[in-house]
């Protein structure tokens, strides 16, 4: 794991980085450019993530990239308040979450939740996808609470 600081600054560590590999890259990728693209079944057309070569439902392997809202209902969370790597010391506590994209049922995304305080997490609040850029190539799709920037009108 890489450690080293960015900019001759030490107090900037590069974050862990996930492992980007050719099932994977479209939804960094996608990330990059700003777009939250999921797996979706050609035969079924069921949402599929974390991408996979086999449909979870239908058990074909036509899957392809698909762009999604972005937006769904915080199912899940936990408040982190130990540091397992040291990108994280300066970031403790830090929430992460299970959201349920509005696009299906069950479609779970495991991200952070920023811009509100732990103790002011609501259940099954209304979130939306923000991207942010946390190292040089590596953007992260993370989610705010609906209100932040569009109102929550949903």
């Known amino acids: ?9 030490s107090s900037a560590v590069i974050p862990p980085r996930p492992a980007e590999d050719s ?19 050609r035969q079924c057309q069921s949402y599929i993530h974390w991408p996979r070569p086999v449909c979870r439902f239908c058990l074909a392997t036509d899957l392809s990239p698909a762009e999604v809202s972005g937006r769904g209902r915080l199912h899940t969370y936990t408040s982190a308040t130990q540091a397992f790597h040291p990108y994280f010391l300066e970031r403790v506590p830090y929430i992460i979450a299970t959201v349920e994209l509005e696009e299906q049922p069950g479609l779970m995304m495991v991200s952070n939740l920023v811009g509100v305080e732990p103790m002011a997490v609501q259940p099954n609040m209304l979130v939306e996808v923000l991207y942010r850029e946390v190292a040089p190539g590596l953007t992260l799709p993370l989610f705010e609470p609906a209100t932040t920037r569009r109102g929550g009108d949903r």
């Open 1 to 9: 794991m890489n450690t080293t600081t960015l900019f001759g600054n």
């Open 23 to 41: 099932l994977t890259a479209f939804f960094w990728q996608g990330a990059r450019d700003g777009k939250l693209l999921i797996h979706r079944c």
